[in-house]
């Protein structure tokens, strides 16, 4: 088949690293265009090493980059880490079809944030989906699904990283296969278990000390590495990365306790141990070389 690939960063070069070894005809590459030439986009550097022809628009609106796209004469595309809207005019274009990589078990968790959310709430189980994409927001019928669980110490980049970044490109390997043997499914997902979050950013990941010790300690995991669970403190801002709870009590928003593992700061029914941190724009450091002191209070919420 001719494949055309979408993608960007290092999961999309990892996907077309992984149909290139194994022989797969990937006709051309498009991705975001560059913001900064002089640091290219890791899947545009691996294409263009290899001699497949990059095209990066800046809109899929266009008739002329959709007449483009038909001159490829794609058999399938294949949609790696894509952040934009593409126009069903797209998705349709080629013999058959388009498929989608989506880190969540949909209809569960559709949106921009998906892998963050299922921590934040405190889901047990996770997973990803290769869907055919439509005219909505992830909500195409469903080609395949892998269930990951969610240990109680992943973070939002070691479920990412070690979990659904590998399992993704294997199945997406894997559904490619099915849709040239003709056995890809279509499974409509069902709207009833349906759920949609925006992006997690700096609203969704402000510390309400008066919260629960759990939901502290999810939103911390959740958020790390980006953007990083965050407390106003006296001198700014204290962004929060690698973390535990501990069995201590004190009054919410305080640091009760320094160790030279870290830092304690008291929720409403427990405390959160902190290990890493990072205070205002300095860089992430280990919380116990911080300036935070006991007795330190964060702002409540």
């Not at 899929?60 to 894509?82: C, G, H």
Request: charged share 20%.
């Amino acid at each position: 088949m001719r494949i055309v690939l979408n993608g960007q960063q290092a999961f999309g070069q990892t996907v077309l690293e992984a149909l290139l070894d194994r022989g797969d005809n990937v006709v051309a590459v498009y991705c975001e265009p560059d913001t900064n030439p002089s640091r290219p986009d890791p899947l545009h550097q691996s294409a263009k090493d290899k001699g497949i022809e990059v095209i990066q628009p800046k809109s899929f609106k266009s008739e002329q980059v959709l007449s483009n796209f038909k001159s490829l004469q794609p058999d399938l595309a294949v949609m790696a880490y894509v952040t934009r809207i593409v126009p069903t005019s797209f998705l349709n274009a080629p013999t058959h079809g388009t498929i989608q990589y989506h880190p969540s078990l949909l209809p569960a968790h559709r949106g921009p944030s998906s892998i963050n959310w299922p921590i934040i709430q405190g889901e047990k189980e996770t997973g990803l989906t290769i869907f055919w994409p439509d005219a909505g927001l992830d909500t195409g019928p469903i080609l395949l699904q892998q269930k990951v669980s969610i240990e109680s110490d992943d973070t939002l980049g070691s479920l990412y990283f070690d979990k659904l970044y590998p399992l993704g490109v294997e199945a997406l390997l894997k559904s490619i296969d099915l849709v040239k043997n003709g056995d890809a499914p279509r499974m409509v997902q069902d709207e009833s278990k349906a759920s949609y979050e925006s992006w997690c950013n700096d609203d969704s990941a402000r510390i309400d000390w008066t919260h629960t010790t759990a939901n502290i300690y999810n939103l911390i995991r959740g958020c790390n590495p980006q953007p990083g669970a965050w407390a106003n403190y006296p001198a700014g801002i204290v962004r929060f990365y690698d973390a535990k709870i501990a069995e201590m009590k004190g009054e919410p928003g305080s640091v009760i306790a320094t160790s030279s593992e870290g830092i304690v700061v008291a929720t409403v029914d427990g405390a959160i141990e902190i290990r890493r941190l990072r205070e205002n724009d300095g860089p992430k450091i280990p919380a116990a070389d911080s300036s935070l002191r006991v007795g330190t209070s964060f702002s409540l919420g």
